[in-house]
C-alpha cells in the first residue's frame, strides 16, 4: 500500500509512517513481511515504540441486535525507542506471525464477501499512541481448508457470505476471540430438507477441526444440525469431503440430527460426522447473497462500514471481484 499518513501526535510538521507489506496474502500459520517506512518531519521526533496489530470487523451480539466491531487478533512490537531526525527516513524490518486460527478473507483471487482484515501500525510518540496507518490483508485457504470449500461448490451449494462472531465455541479448543462462519445456501435438491449451512475452521498447527451448522427444517419449525469433525492437514487433502458432507446431509434428512455427540477420527479409520450443539446461533451474514459461477468462482459485493475503514485511504487498490 502506497498511502502515508501524518502523525498527528506532533501536529504540523510531523513525521509520517507508510506500512509496506512484502507478502499482501498469506494463509494461516504463515508469516506476513514487510517494513514500516518513517519520514522525518520539520524537527526531530522520538518515538517511543511501533507496534503492529491484525484486525479484522467482528459482529457482536447483544440484546437489542447486532453491532459490528474492529478487533485485534495479533500484535508484534517491531521497534523500541528511537529518535527520528528531522527529514531522515527510515525502515523497519518486520515478521509477524499468522495465527492459525486467522480468518480465511481471499479464496483463488477473490475476495470473500463480508470479510475486512488489515494490519494496523501504531507508533507510540510523544506520550500517546497514534495509529497512523491501516493496509488490508488477504487471508487465503491452507489446502486442508481448501478441500472442504471446493466440495460445497462441487455439491452445488451457493455461496452467500462470511462473518466473524464474536465468542468461543461449545467443545472446541479456540485461541482467538472469534471464529469464522462461512454462510451457503444447499443445493435445490436439499433446499426443503436444510435452510443455510455455515462452515467454521479452527486450525493448529496439527489438524482442522470443521463445523458445519445446518438450519434443519422440520414443519412449521427449524432446528440447528450440527456436524463436527477432526481430521489432520495430511488427511484432509486426501479426503473426498464431497462425499462426506452429501452423506451428512442425506442423513439429516433421514434421520434427523442427534444432540449431544460430536464427529472424531482416527487415523486408518473412515471419518464421519454426528449431530452435536454449541451454544451460538447466528443472525444474517453481512455480504450480498451470491451465485455460484461455472468456474467455481462466487461473485458479490462487499459491504459494511468497517471494510470502508480498512480500505480508507487506499485510492490505488483494486479488486477482481468477490467470491
Do not use: C
Not at 509520517?16 to 499482501?24: A, F, N, R
Not at 451470491?290 to 462466487?298: K, M, P, Q, R, Y
Amino acid at each position: 500500500m502506497v498511502f502515508k499518513r501524518m502523525l498527528g501526535a506532533l501536529g504540523v510538521g510531523a513525521p509520517s509512517v507508510d506500512t509496506v507489506l512484502t507478502t499482501p496474502r498469506v494463509r494461516p500459520g504463515g508469516v506476513l513481511t514487510g517494513e514500516v517506512r518513517l519520514s522525518g518531519g520539520d524537527f526531530d521526533a522520538e518515538i517511543e515504540e511501533v507496534t503492529l496489530g491484525l484486525v479484522a470487523g467482528v459482529e457482536l451480539e447483544h440484546g437489542d441486535g447486532e453491532s459490528a466491531g474492529l478487533g485485534e487478533f495479533s500484535r508484534a512490537r517491531v521497534s523500541g525507542p528511537f529518535t527520528l531526525r528531522e527529514g531522515e527516513n527510515r525502515s523497519i524490518a518486520f515478521q509477524i506471525p499468522v495465527p492459525w486460527e486467522a480468518p480465511i478473507s481471499e479464496i483463488g483471487g477473490q475476495h470473500l464477501t463480508g470479510m475486512a482484515l488489515g494490519v494496523r501500525t501504531e507508533v507510540a510518540i510523544a506520550k500517546a499512541v497514534d495509529k497512523g496507518d491501516l493496509d488490508p490483508v488477504a487471508v487465503e485457504p491452507l489446502p486442508s481448508q481448501l478441500r472442504v470449500l471446493e466440495a460445497f461448490l462441487q455439491l452445488g451449494f451457493a455461496f452467500k457470505s462470511a462473518d466473524l462472531e464474536a465468542g468461543h465455541l461449545h467443545g472446541v479448543r479456540q485461541e482467538l476471540p472469534f471464529y469464522q462462519e462461512i454462510e451457503f445456501y444447499p443445493p435445490p435438491r436439499q433446499a426443503g430438507v436444510v435452510g443455510e449451512v455455515e462452515l467454521t475452521f479452527v486450525a493448529d498447527p496439527a489438524g482442522l477441526e470443521v463445523i458445519l451448522e445446518a438450519d434443519k427444517r422440520a414443519g412449521h419449525h427449524s432446528v440447528d444440525a450440527i456436524g463436527r469433525f477432526r481430521v489432520s492437514h495430511e488427511d484432509a487433502a486426501r479426503m473426498d469431503w464431497a462425499g462426506e458432507i452429501d452423506r451428512w446431509l442425506t442423513g439429516l434428512a433421514q434421520y434427523g440430527a442427534p444432540y449431544g455427540g460430536h464427529g472424531g477420527y482416527e487415523h486408518g479409520h473412515e471419518p464421519h460426522f454426528h449431530g452435536g450443539h454449541h451454544e451460538h446461533h447466528s443472525g444474517p451474514g453481512w455480504g450480498a447473497v451470491a451465485a455460484a459461477g461455472a468456474a467455481g468462482v462466487v461473485g458479490g459485493l462487499v459491504a459494511g462500514e468497517i471494510v470502508e475503514e480498512i480500505f480508507e485511504g487506499d485510492e490505488d487498490e483494486g479488486g477482481d471481484g468477490d467470491w
